[in-house]
């Protein structure tokens, strides 16, 4: 199944952060995400303005809802940087490459 067919589940504390093996397997899936510090998925979309950077950031912040996990969102003029963790764990969970998925099948005006 593919990861933007999954839904997150509530990570338990103390659960293992994903292996690199499994982070660099699930990168595979994803469009221009990066891994910085071995714990944070992080992605820049450049948009035509401030409105369409606030735009997705709605959408972002309403499928982040619907799943119950949510990101690090910094809005600027035609900028929004995603970045997501699992705080309970201080690193990267299947959750987080889940939501990315679901973040790149967004329709996203640039």
Same mark, same amino acid.
């Given at each position: 199944?593919?990861?933007?067919?999954?839904?997150?589940?509530?990570?338990?504390?103390?659960?293992?952060?994903?292996?690199?093996?499994?982070?660099?397997?699930?990168?595979?899936? @994803?469009?221009?995400? /990066?891994? %910085?510090? #071995?714990?944070?998925?992080? =992605?820049?979309?450049? $948009?035509? &303005?401030?409105?369409?950077?606030?735009?997705?950031?709605?959408?972002?912040?309403?499928?982040?809802?619907?799943?119950?996990?949510?990101?690090?969102?910094? @809005?600027?003029?035609? /900028?929004? %940087?995603? #970045?997501?963790?699992?705080? =309970?764990?201080?690193? $990267?969970? &299947?959750?987080?490459?889940?939501?990315?998925?679901?973040?790149?099948?967004?329709?996203?005006?640039?």
């Amino acid at each position: 199944m593919s990861l933007k067919n999954k839904h997150c589940v509530p990570c338990q504390v103390g659960a293992d952060p994903l292996s690199s093996e499994l982070i660099q397997a699930y990168l595979k899936d @994803l469009n221009d995400w /990066k891994i %910085v510090d #071995q714990k944070k998925l992080e =992605k820049t979309f450049r $948009l035509k &303005d401030f409105k369409s950077g606030l735009d997705l950031v709605n959408q972002i912040g309403r499928l982040a809802e619907e799943e119950g996990h949510h990101p690090d969102l910094f @809005l600027s003029w035609g /900028k929004v %940087v995603v #970045q997501l963790m699992t705080h =309970k764990i201080d690193g $990267l969970h &299947d959750n987080d490459f889940i939501l990315a998925a679901k973040i790149d099948d967004l329709e996203i005006t640039s």
